[in-house]
């Protein structure tokens, strides 16, 4: 099925946005800006309902390759962003939101990945945290990003800048909050008990089968 980019519908409405708002000579930052929250707020949508979707399969040895593709991919996202921003004029909080293409694609890369990963981390956090220990430096780029998606949190909307928190929390990048608990943690917990004991069966059954059988031999 063919899926239309978000770079490609937010370019497609800005035109449509700029056209019908000339006569009223609004600010043309602001409504990009304004048309990225609600796009951003899809994309996080899409994001959710993928990662539900991965939680379905029952296989974590398929959770952990999966977890390391993303990994892979996100952090070398996140970095080669960094790299444009920074060197950009763009300042959070102080600078309009970029209408330059490459500007704004870092700044949406480094949200939306950072967002990603810190939602995998909740519903995956014994693998991500494993995936992370692989690679040091993908855990200093995860913190940068999310120290960077809190200086842009205008932008974001509550649920996730609640999950950049709950994520930094888990990984123990802040002191937790007293009463902070990761409500997936204990799901999957309980997920690969089953898992082990499920394994555990077939192969009693396997060993079962192989074992000595009694012959007629009258």
């Not at 390759?65 to 892979?72: C, F, H, Y």
Request: aromatic share 8%; glycine share 2%.
């Amino acid at each position: 099925m063919f899926k239309v980019s978000l770079k490609f519908i937010f370019l497609t409405l800005l035109l449509i946005l700029d056209h019908e708002n000339d006569a009223n000579e609004i600010n043309e930052s602001e409504v990009a800006e304004q048309l990225y929250k609600k796009l951003l707020k899809r994309q996080r949508a899409e994001q959710l309902a993928a990662i539900k979707s991965f939680q379905k399969i029952k296989n974590s040895d398929k959770h952990l390759q999966m977890v390391t593709l993303i990994a892979e991919k996100v952090f070398t996202t996140i970095q080669d962003s960094r790299a444009i921003i920074e060197s950009s004029p763009f300042i959070p909080g102080v600078s309009e939101f970029p209408l330059d293409d490459k500007i704004r694609d870092a700044l949406s890369n480094i949200i939306e990945n950072t967002a990603l990963f810190s939602e995998i981390i909740l519903r995956f956090p014994d693998i991500s945290i494993s995936v992370l220990k692989t690679n040091n430096n993908w855990d200093i780029i995860l913190q940068w990003g999310i120290a960077y998606c809190y200086q842009v949190k205008y932008l974001l909307d509550d649920s996730t800048i609640k999950v950049l928190s709950l994520a930094s929390q888990e990984l123990n990048h802040v002191p937790r909050d007293p009463n902070y608990i990761n409500p997936y943690r204990k799901s999957q917990e309980e997920e690969e008990r089953l898992e082990e004991e499920e394994r555990k069966l077939r192969k009693k059954k396997k060993k079962l089968r192989k074992g000595p059988r009694l012959h007629d031999e009258f």
